[in-house]
């Protein structure tokens, strides 16, 4: 899963460390979560609020785009 543009944390800009394993799926499971909540939103309808820019924007459900997970449920 790529994140999309503008969307990256400001904690992104910290120097990665190795992750163990379990941190790894930990990781995973959290960014899965994540994008499924955001297609969620898409499909009801709902608008998101993101960073971007350095600063917070609206996106609203037409603005977002459709995410392709594997394990669509």
């Given at each position: 899963?790529?994140?999309?543009?503008?969307?990256?944390?400001p904690?992104?800009?910290?120097?990665?460390?190795?992750?163990?394993?379990?941190?790894?799926?930990?990781?995973?499971?959290?960014?899965?979560?994540?994008?499924?909540?955001?297609?969620?939103?898409?499909?009801?309808?709902?608008?998101?609020?993101?960073?971007?820019?350095?600063?917070v924007?609206?996106?609203?459900?037409?603005?977002?785009?459709?995410?392709?997970?594997?394990?669509?449920?």
């Amino acid at each position: 899963m790529t994140p999309q543009s503008g969307t990256k944390s400001p904690l992104d800009r910290k120097p990665q460390i190795p992750l163990t394993e379990l941190q790894q799926k930990i990781d995973a499971g959290v960014k899965i979560a994540i994008a499924k909540a955001i297609e969620k939103h898409r499909r009801l309808g709902e608008s998101i609020s993101i960073w971007q820019d350095g600063k917070v924007i609206t996106l609203t459900a037409d603005q977002i785009p459709p995410l392709k997970l594997d394990n669509d449920s």
